[in-house]
């Protein structure tokens, strides 16, 4: 069981927008900024976004991300079939004192 | 080029002990907070230890404190995880991740990953 929560599974088409939501609590995302990953099997995670809303440098400007209150989301624009892959979010927990992921969304492209 | 590559992982029977290594270039070691994140089959990310540039501060999940040790070695560029005590449960591949900034959530860069696996 993930301190964060998101949906296990989201679809899109080509071309389509799709969101992907993590969840958190006052002690994680309410007081924490919270960072993006994609995940290929097989292959090492890529830092997607930072900050809640940062894309590092090669990250196509379709992918954003936002947050509010203990909630923060993930979104696609432009869906694309290269994006097929595992999208996973973090963040500081001070309850815990360590980080906390959420535990994955797949994302299948239509 | 940042690199990081994992290894020392292995087949381990449960109450068993194993040290995985990760190698680094590419950037200043010394001055790069280091994590070790795990991937259970079927499941999802979860971050296991944490250790500070000068390996002053150390941190580790809940799942893995009194059993597992991270360490580092500035010298030769080499970030550690000593695990013991074994279970079924931290079958996984291991991930090392540098952290990118004073936060520690944030993983600028990853490893391939080392699967470990604990089974009689």
């Known amino acids: 069981q993930s301190v964060l929560t998101q949906p296990p599974s989201t679809s899109g088409t080509p071309g389509q927008t799709v969101t992907i939501s993590c969840s958190g609590s006052?002690?994680?995302?309410?007081?924490?900024?919270v960072n993006w990953y994609q995940h290929l099997p097989g292959t090492a995670p890529k830092l997607l976004i930072y900050?809640?809303?940062h894309r590092p440098s090669g990250v196509p400007d379709r992918f954003s991300g936002s947050k509010s209150g203990t909630s923060a989301s993930l979104a696609i624009s432009g869906l694309q079939s290269e994006d097929e892959a595992d999208y996973s979010c973090a963040a500081w927990d001070d309850s815990l004192n360590g980080v906390v992921f959420g535990g994955g969304t797949r994302l299948t492209v239509l | 080029e940042v690199q990081l590559l994992e290894s020392g992982g292995g087949l381990i029977q449960p109450g068993g002990s194993l040290r995985l290594s990760c190698a680094v270039s590419?950037?200043?070691?010394?001055?790069?907070?280091m994590s070790w994140v795990r991937q259970a089959p079927g499941k999802g990310l979860e971050w296991v230890s944490g250790i500070s540039g000068s390996g002053a501060y150390t941190y580790y999940a809940d799942s893995v404190k009194g059993r597992f040790t991270i360490s580092r070695d500035n010298s030769k560029n080499t970030l550690y995880l000593q695990m013991n005590s074994l279970r079924a449960e931290d079958t996984a591949v291991y991930y090392c991740a540098k952290v990118g900034s004073s936060d520690w959530y944030n993983f600028d860069y990853w490893g391939q990953g080392t699967l470990v696996t604990v089974s009689s």
């Open positions: 900050f809640n809303n």
């Open positions: 590419g950037f200043t070691f010394s001055n790069s907070a």
């Open positions: 006052s002690s994680n995302i309410g007081s924490s900024a």
